[in-house]
T-cell receptor, first 108, second 119 residues
């Protein structure tokens, strides 16, 4: 079973920051949080992952709360090409189990 | 970087025939690969985990005799849908666990998917 809860859908204005929340209240101490996105009819694309510290790369930032029960993916300047389904995943037993994800719609 | 090449990208087959989908890891060795299935407007569902040189581990409810997985080398895993029926029509996606030290390492990389239509 997926261990994460995400809003079903979100809208974001082009050029603005997109903040995608994720709850993972049952996460264990050594379980990583991964974020992937899937554009229609393509394979999932890696975005970022973390354990307890905040992480940043060229695509996004990942903010993990101190108790690790939730996290937020931040796309700093959303573009139309960021429209996709975003999956927050807690890695368990070295495999990724996908939940429902958040459908992000970036609008002009 | 760590890339997985999946072929074919789409296939149409007649009911009762078998279809093979290939997943190759490029520039790295994948001891573990995963196969997912995705129905329209739904999330990815893990079907099975394959380990090189051993039998695949199937998730509950997935028929191992219908979905044959072979992981005979460190760079190739195949999924064969046997005696396909229209209800097997779906988007099939493979994934490989990337070993540390590989350029672009971040744990797991996915193929581009195969859309199977059974008529």
């Amino acid at each position: 079973d997926a261990k994460t809860t995400q809003p079903t859908s979100m809208d974001c204005a082009e050029g603005r920051a997109a903040n995608l929340p994720c709850n993972h209240s049952t996460i264990s101490g050594n379980e990583y949080v991964y974020w992937y996105r899937q554009i229609h009819s393509q394979g999932p694309q890696y975005i970022i992952h973390g354990l307890k510290n905040n992480e940043t790369n060229e695509m996004a930032s990942l903010i993990i709360t101190e108790d690790r029960k939730s996290s937020t993916l931040i796309l700093p300047h959303a573009t139309l090409r960021d429209t996709a389904v975003y999956y927050c995943i807690v890695r368990v037993l070295n495999m990724l189990t996908f939940g429902g994800g958040t459908r992000l719609m970036v609008k002009p | 970087g760590a890339v997985v090449s999946q072929h074919p990208s789409w296939v149409i087959c007649k009911s009762g025939t078998s279809v093979k989908i290939e997943c190759r890891s490029l520039d790295f060795q994948a001891t573990t690969m995963f196969w997912y299935r995705q129905f329209p407007k739904q999330s990815l569902m893990l079907m099975a985990t394959s380990n090189e040189g051993s039998k695949a581990t199937y998730e509950q409810g997935v028929e191992k005799d219908k979905f044959l997985i072979n992981h005979a080398s460190l760079t190739l895993s195949t999924l064969t849908v046997t005696s396909a029926h229209p209800e097997d029509s779906s988007f099939y996606i493979c994934s490989a666990r990337v070993p540390p030290g590989v350029t672009g390492y971040y744990g797991y990389t996915f193929g581009s998917g195969t859309r199977l239509t059974v008529v």
